[in-house]
């Protein structure tokens, strides 16, 4: 079962938590002494800045597949370090990314350092709202995605365990199969190891599923989570030859689709994958286009959250919106009563990731 880090910082006790979730993460991740450092830096950078320029927040370390797939390959994983604070925002983006700018007297090398030794890096910032940022280490060899509609798709999640327990009942996934792309989010009933349980068999069963429609995916799924609690599972795939989107929901997975600015839902059956699934499974179908952004959340989510015009944006890293939707999401007038996991969907800007 995946272990996800959430580590509220705020002291400077906390920053080596922080680092310390990192250097773990590596492990799992199969990284090598010089990769660890790199994720323990940028895991203690992001958590140094918090206190500094945020006045504390959160870091959320896990082990996460690579934005952008390859077609031939098994994904590399990599240690994924996210940071959500409700602090002041940064007012000049591209300048708290040039190393030597700081607004505290420090170095200021730490956003441009973990820029540099990331894999990927990205952020967003609203001056009195906050800042986001996610920063994805991995191995030194990246692989392309390689030729093909398929590599104009990337993919990013986050996944908060409920009450900072050491697995979350949620779990992600995304496959690929020529020019078929898969997004999958599982709910495991409950919360704690056995709903972990449960949504990971979910994604070892998409892993030899990625050539199948989602309403067959969904069936082989079922098959797999017999024996476990049993999860809500929502299963999204893009014929990006075809420029078609396909969906199959079962349970309280919640679907929303981006069109040109507009959301709409996607609809799934009542139900749980492995136990109760329902005897006929509906497969919704729509077009894709390069302006769509798929969201695909557990219900750690409020009900009554609602997509921004930030939750659209093609041009940001899906990580980072998911953190993003997480972060706006909570309050504490709405405390968080389950796992949250949060899945987004989106194009490759053209200039790139």
């Excluded at 708290?96 to 607004?103: P, V």
């Excluded at 779990?171 to 704690?192: C, S």
Aim: with cysteine; hydrophobic share 40%.
């Amino acid at each position: 079962m995946p272990r996800v880090w959430d580590v509220p910082v705020h002291d400077s006790t906390r920053v080596r938590d922080a680092r310390v979730a990192a250097e773990h993460a590596a492990a799992l991740a199969c990284l090598d002494e010089r990769r660890t450092s790199a994720a323990a830096l940028v895991a203690t950078e992001l958590a140094t800045n918090l206190l500094k320029h945020a006045g504390g927040g959160r870091v959320v370390v896990d082990v996460v597949d690579p934005p952008a797939l390859a077609a031939d390959a098994e994904p590399r994983p990599r240690v994924q370090v996210a940071t959500l604070d409700h602090g002041p925002g940064i007012a000049d983006v591209s300048a708290a990314l040039r190393d030597g700018f700081t607004t505290t007297g420090s170095l200021g090398a730490g956003l441009g350092t973990c820029a540099r030794v990331a894999d990927d890096f990205d952020l967003h910032s609203v001056p009195g709202r906050g800042t986001v940022v996610v920063a994805r280490v991995g191995v030194s060899e990246a692989r392309a995605a390689g030729p093909g509609p398929a590599a104009r798709l990337r993919a990013g999640a986050v996944n908060v365990p409920f009450g900072g327990a050491e697995y979350s009942g949620d779990a992600w996934a995304w496959v690929r199969n020529g020019d078929l792309v898969t997004l999958m989010l599982a709910d495991g009933l409950g919360h704690g190891p056995e709903a972990a349980r449960a949504s990971t068999a979910a994604v070892e069963a998409l892993r030899a599923s990625a050539h199948l429609p989602p309403g067959e995916a969904v069936r082989r799924l079922d098959r797999a989570l017999s024996g476990t609690r049993g999860a809500a599972v929502a299963v999204a795939q893009v014929d990006t030859r075809a420029s078609v989107l396909r969906f199959t929901g079962v349970g309280n997975i919640g679907a929303r689709l981006c069109e040109g600015g507009t959301w709409r839902h996607l609809v799934s059956r009542p139900g749980i994958v492995g136990t109760h699934r329902p005897s006929t499974l509906r497969e919704e179908e729509t077009a894709w286009a390069d302006d769509r952004v798929l969201v695909l959340h557990s219900d750690g989510l409020p009900s009554r959250w609602s997509p921004t015009s930030d939750t659209c944006r093609t041009t940001t890293d899906p990580a980072v919106t998911a953190a993003v939707t997480i972060r706006d999401a909570s309050s504490s007038a709405r405390p968080v009563r389950d796992d949250t996991a949060v899945a987004v969907l989106a194009p490759t800007p053209p200039d790139g990731p």
